[in-house]
């Protein structure tokens, strides 16, 4: 149920519904998985209230952007809103 797409030279977040943003490559190889929520119960889910959330841990990505430094903001969609930001790591 992906809901956007955000470029950042040879990778492409994709946010989606069920709670989580894949990172692919140029070959569209999946690179991560990012904030995967298990439980379906707050996956596609508006109603998670804050008290609630997991740091990490989406209810429903919407939407997401890279800044200069391949950090990654990612619009969480739920009653409250919620913007995450997931700083690279560079291994």
Wanted: proline share 3%; with cysteine.
């Amino acid at each position: 149920m992906p809901t956007s797409v955000s470029v950042q030279g040879d990778y492409v977040s994709v946010p989606d519904l069920h709670g989580r943003v894949v990172i692919l490559d140029k070959t569209n190889t999946i690179m991560a998985v990012l904030g995967h929520n298990p439980d379906c119960k707050q996956g596609r889910n508006f109603g998670v209230k804050q008290a609630d959330w997991i740091e990490g841990v989406f209810s429903g990505t919407h939407g997401s952007g890279w800044d200069a430094d391949g950090n990654l903001y990612v619009q969480d969609w739920n009653v409250d809103g919620r913007i995450m930001k997931l700083v690279r790591v560079k291994g």
